[in-house]
């Protein structure tokens, strides 16, 4: 079943930019509005599939709930109360006033299949993401059911970026719908933009779970990965054997991966990527994926550089060109703030505030984008 919870927004599109020729003085080189779009916000999430894995009085409980097209996420933990999670960090409510059985788990592991060696399982046929929690005798005492949507329209907040064909790292705290967007944006590119699109699908998050993927990926091809660890080498496989113009990966965290990235971005491959991470301030600070940014080296100075610095002999610098020339930090859903990597990392490595582009939507869902503001 698919549940419509859209609006229509009036969305200007927005003031573009070529992220070549951008300088830090000038305005100059912003090009002008280019449209009017109108678009139509949609999600559709088969939550009737999810709810099949639940025990019973919480299916009929969740079924009548008004805000069922809000859900997040169902809690089931062994001897507790389950719990449903909705849009708004503090919107969560017990769906029952008994606990969870060792039955009721088990049943829900029955219905979901085999779960990976991440600990994640999928529902074949729908986006849904079903994570374990294991005693130390590897027994499941808690799930973690994650609704999975189809989200149609929210890409609007970054379409214009897909033009230039740079790549752009999605950065953001776990939940804030990372997956959800680079779903859209494999579709948007393999569909609209008519790219031969790569998803490598480390736990089928991406194009939902079973062998065909979902719908929602477009006409992209999904490379699924037998385990975690070997995320790196399909990226690389996917670059080797199937000639793709984008690829596309989520959770990017080893340095394995880090590496895999730089080798394709320098294949001229554009990458779609996301990691966890708050602020690309943290993302710098990270020795693993700042690499991503361009890595940060200690330069030593001269006499007279130092004199200048208050006598500080070394400082630290860019070392190379970002893997991803943007990076969006995923504030909240609907408000992200876009950097041209290269240009923020070194502010951030003067100890300044980057300039940034702030994109929200407005009460009308209208993407507003405020240009060259000093990131708070
Ligand atoms: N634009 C949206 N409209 C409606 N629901 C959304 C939207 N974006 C995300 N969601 C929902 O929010 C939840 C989290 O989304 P998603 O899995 O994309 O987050 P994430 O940032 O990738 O999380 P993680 O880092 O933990 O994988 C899901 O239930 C998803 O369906």
């Known amino acids: 079943m698919s549940i419509c919870c859209s609006s229509y927004y009036n969305h200007h599109f927005p003031i573009y930019f070529n992220p070549n020729s951008i300088s830090s003085s000038s305005l100059r080189t912003i090009k002008p509005i280019i449209g009017t779009r109108f678009a139509k916000c949609t999600s559709s999430d088969d939550i009737h599939e999810l709810l ?76 849904h993401r079903i994570s374990a929690v294991r005693s130390r005798k590897g027994v499941v005492v808690g799930l973690t059911c994650r609704v999975g949507r189809a989200v149609r329209g929210h890409i609007d907040m970054v379409r214009d970026l897909l033009q230039f064909g740079e790549s752009i790292l999605f950065i953001g705290r776990p939940g804030v719908g990372k ?62 054997n199937h000639m793709p113009q984008v690829i596309i990966v989520d959770e990017i965290s080893t340095r394995a991966e880090v590496n895999a990235c730089k080798s ?76 041209k990597t290269e240009r923020s990392m070194d502010a951030l490595l003067r100890g300044e505030r980057p300039r940034v582009e702030v994109r929200r939507r407005d009460k009308q869902m209208k993407v507003v984008i405020e240009k060259w503001k000093v990131e708070d």
């Not at 009548?64 to 409510?93: H, N, T, Y």
């Not at 998050?205 to 992209?220: F, R």
């Not at 990691?275 to 100075?301: C, F, M, Q, W, Y």
């Open 52 to 127: 099949k894995i639940l025990p019973h009085d919480l299916r009929e409980n969740l079924v009548m709930e008004s805000k069922r097209d809000q859900l997040l996420e169902v809690i089931l933990d062994l001897g507790r109360l389950p719990v449903a999670c909705f849009l708004g960090d503090s919107d969560r409510r017990f769906l029952r006033d008994t606990e969870i059985s060792i039955d009721e788990l088990e049943y829900a592991q029955n219905a979901i299949g085999e779960i990976g060696g991440d600990n994640r399982a999928g529902i074949t046929g729908t986006l």
């Open 264 to 339: 394709i971005a320098k294949r001229g491959v554009m990458l779609i990527g996301s990691a966890h991470g708050e602020r690309l301030g943290n993302i710098i600070k990270n020795p693993i994926l700042s690499d991503l940014a361009g890595g940060v080296e200690t330069v030593t100075l001269g006499d007279q550089e130092a004199r200048k610095r208050d006598g500080r002999k070394s400082i630290s610098a860019r070392s190379g060109p970002p893997t991803f020339p943007f990076m969006i930090e995923m504030r909240e859903r609907h408000h992200w703030v876009v950097h």
């Open 179 to 240: 997956t959800t967007v680079m779903r859209e944006i494999s579709r948007v590119l393999s569909d609209e933009l008519q790219k031969r699109v790569v998803v490598v699908d480390t736990s089928n998050e991406i194009g939902g779970g079973g062998d065909i993927p979902h719908p929602a990926i477009g006409s992209a091809r999904r490379m699924q990965v037998s385990k975690p660890s070997m995320q790196h080498k399909v990226m690389i496989e996917a670059v080797e």
